[in-house]
Each structure stands twice: as structure tokens, then as C-alpha cells.
């Protein structure tokens, strides 16, 4: 089992910058990507940024040079990475999610966290 703790999330301008940021505890040496999603309101869950243990980083075209996924970092037993967002836009809007998935014999499960808020408004 794998645990995901997002923050970061907030009010912001059209135009500024967040930093989010997800901590993933538990069974986390069988993790082998961390990524992010968002949800806006009537609309599907969409991939936003993935990070892969080993491998390039995936963006979604709609972020691709203001959006920074970090590497994944370690410490102890957790593993962290955050997303960058900078020169944000109205429709930047969306409840986000950290995601990650691990294999296990073979097995591929899925995680989510509960989600933070990014509101980009004037």
C-alpha cells in the first residue's frame, strides 16, 4: 500500500506561479512513476505531467513549458515530487492529483491522493 499527501494548492492570478508538492509513504520502493492529473469541473480527469523512475517525463501539450514535474526524491521511506507551475491561466483550473503507480510480482496497482484545489482567478 502506497500513501499520497498533496499540498500546495490555492488562489492564484492569472499569470503567477504554485508549487505543488506530493508525499508518497508506505510500499514505496515498488514505485516505478509519479505523476499528476487534474479535474476540472465537468470535465474528465486528465494527465497533467508524469515522472518515471527510469525514463524521459511526460507532459500534456496545454502545459508543456510552464509546468516543471521534479525528480523523484527519497528520504528514508518517503519519496516526494512537486510540479511547478508557472504563467498560469484561467483554465489551469482544476482539482489536482498526485498519482503513482508500483508493480509487484508482476501486478500493477494505482494510487491517488485526495486532491488540492487551483484556482486561477482574478
Known amino acids: 500500500q502506497v500513501q499520497l499527501v498533496e499540498s500546495g494548492g490555492g488562489l492564484v492570478q492569472p499569470g503567477g506561479s504554485l508549487r505543488l508538492s506530493c508525499a508518497a509513504s508506505?510500499?514505496?520502493?515498488?514505485?516505478?512513476?509519479m505523476g499528476w492529473y487534474r479535474q476540472a469541473p465537468g470535465k474528465q480527469r486528465e494527465a497533467v505531467a508524469s515522472?518515471?523512475?527510469?525514463?524521459?517525463?511526460?507532459?500534456?501539450d496545454s502545459v508543456k513549458g510552464r509546468f516543471t514535474i521534479s525528480p523523484i526524491s527519497r528520504d528514508n521511506a518517503k519519496k516526494t515530487v512537486y510540479l511547478q507551475m508557472n504563467s498560469l491561466k484561467p483554465e489551469d483550473t482544476a482539482v489536482y492529483y498526485c498519482h503513482t503507480q508500483t508493480v509487484i510480482f508482476g501486478v500493477t496497482h494505482n494510487y491517488w491522493g485526495q486532491g488540492t484545489q487551483v484556482t486561477v482567478s482574478s
Open positions: 515522472m518515471p523512475s527510469f525514463g524521459s517525463t511526460i507532459y500534456a
Open positions: 508506505g510500499s514505496t520502493f515498488s514505485i516505478n512513476a
